[in-house]
């Protein structure tokens, strides 16, 4: 049986490192804290964004982006005609019905409104 000790080192364990991801931060003493940790300089998105491609060589892929949803990271799908009528107003979803997504961790759905276009044209812009 584990010491109360190492039941505490393992509950501290920081959830990015479950999954194998990267921890992306801009404070030092966190940088130096956990493995697995990228310290970012840049105080823009924009230039955090391009230390992200020449530090790690991430090169992002169009046909990817906003395919995830924004609060819990899920692969967003196709959405379920009842979830649809449930969350997105009427008019959303007769401009939008082929092009809804739907995050079924927790029930978001998300669909290339104005708010999307504009993160496009703020990426196109920086290069991406
Ligand atoms: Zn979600």
Redesign the pocket.
């Known amino acids: 049986m584990p010491s109360a000790d190492a039941s505490l080192i393992r509950t501290r364990r920081p959830p990015h490192l479950k999954d194998g991801r990267i921890l992306l931060t801009r404070h030092r003493k966190s940088a130096q804290r956990f493995e697995r940790v990228l310290l970012l300089n840049g105080n823009h998105v924009e230039n955090q964004l391009a230390e992200l491609r020449s530090k790690l060589g991430i090169d992002p892929v169009r046909s990817q982006w906003f395919s995830r ?1 924004l ?4 692969l967003l799908t196709e959405a379920p005609a009842e979830k649809i009528r449930e969350n997105v107003p009427e008019h959303v979803y007769h401009e939008n019905i082929l092009k809804i997504r739907f ?1 079924r ?4 759905c998300y669909w290339p409104g104005t708010h999307r276009n504009r993160m496009e044209e703020q990426l196109r812009q920086w290069g991406f």
Do not use: A
């Not at 609060?71 to 899920?74: H, L, R, Y």
């Not at 961790?105 to 978001?108: A, L, M, N």
């Open positions: 949803c609060v819990c990271n899920t995050c961790s927790c029930g978001r």
